[in-house]
């Protein structure tokens, strides 16, 4: 784990090697970070990766959104998806709890054109299932805007796991 300082002296191959999984196969948000430094804290360094996500286009945060894997899938994911999935025990689903992922994941991604994305940390795979069921049935636009809502989440707690809170 790094300080924002050592964060700030990184060559920036290293940078965005290092940043380039915090936001899910999406190194374009660090490149376009790394060209903000120095930071003067963690808070700020991710501020401006949601800055980077938000003032970036519908197709570019759609891309985003697509990068993630469909929860319960078991598909190539990065490391970081793998072991959180793992945390909420979406890799012990049996049989028939995997039948009923996969048929809602299809369900929402039919619905949605991008796959369920919840971070979640904290939660099992009953949590996930539910929030799952529920949000199926919301507009496009809500659900749209809750998936990078999820994302921002997800990519705080990677962040957290590379780079030290800052400590006063």
Known sequence: ???????????????????????EHSPWIPEKVLESRP????????RKMLHVVESSSK???????????????RVQMSTDSVNEQKGAGLN?????EYGRFISINQQYMDTFGFPFILSVRGKNKHDIYQAME???????????ETALKE????????????VMKDSF
């Open 39 to 46: 930071f003067s804290s963690f808070d700020q360094l991710y």
């Open 134 to 144: 529920e949000r199926v049935h919301n507009e496009k636009e809500i659900e749209f």
């Open 92 to 96: 012990e689903l049996t049989p028939e």
């Open 151 to 162: 994302i921002y989440k997800i990519a705080f707690l990677r962040l957290e796991e590379k």
């Open 1 to 23: 784990m790094l300080t924002i300082h050592q964060l700030n002296k990184l060559e920036p191959e290293q940078f965005i090697e290092l940043l380039g999984g915090i936001f």
């Open 59 to 73: 197709e570019q945060k759609l891309s985003l959104i697509q990068a993630h894997p469909n929860l319960g899938d």
